[in-house]
């Protein structure tokens, strides 16, 4: 239950052409505390409950639980859910033997488009794909319990 993950900008939308999928995510937070989140995430008709803990010094690495549960609950707890609801689009981007994560942010974060990388380790290497940019793992403005509270079209 350890995630392991860096996090980059992406600086144009080449990777579109390798996504083997694209899912529509809406999530909220039940609770953005320093020390943990509670999230609430809609993935097509699946609903999730998911608790984070805080990230290590380096930003890659923290504590992650998750759980599917009915689409009906994650819907009504979506209404309890702090103030920011997020919207964006998942591609699933196979490249060098990891999957990139690419979110491409609706709303008021439209513009923001962020990969991530799941490691098996914090020091494992892998390949960069031209359209990745530069990479912001641990600036807390680009943690989705951020970008709820204050999105990217108010920097």
């Not at 031209?130 to 319990?145: A, C, F, P, Q, R």
Request: with cysteine; hydrophobic share 35%.
């Amino acid at each position: 239950m350890i995630e392991i993950e860096r996090k980059f900008l992406v600086k144009s939308m080449h990777f579109v052409d390798n996504a083997v999928s694209s899912t529509k995510i809406v999530q909220g937070f039940l609770n953005t505390h320093p020390e943990r989140t509670v999230r609430i995430r809609i993935k097509e008709e699946k609903g999730f409950l998911t608790v984070k803990g805080k990230s290590n010094e380096t930003g890659t690495t923290r504590f992650e639980w998750e759980t599917e549960i009915a689409h009906i609950d994650a819907q009504k707890l979506l209404q309890l859910c702090e103030k920011g609801v997020l919207e964006k689009t998942r591609y699933l981007v196979p490249f060098e033997g990891h999957n990139f994560e690419v979110d491409v942010f609706d709303g008021e974060n439209k513009g923001l488009i962020l990969a991530e990388i799941e490691l098996t380790t914090e020091s494992e290497l892998f390949q960069k794909p031209h359209w990745l940019g530069e990479e912001v793992t641990g600036d807390i403005k680009y943690y989705n319990s951020q970008l709820s509270k204050q999105p990217f079209n108010t920097w």
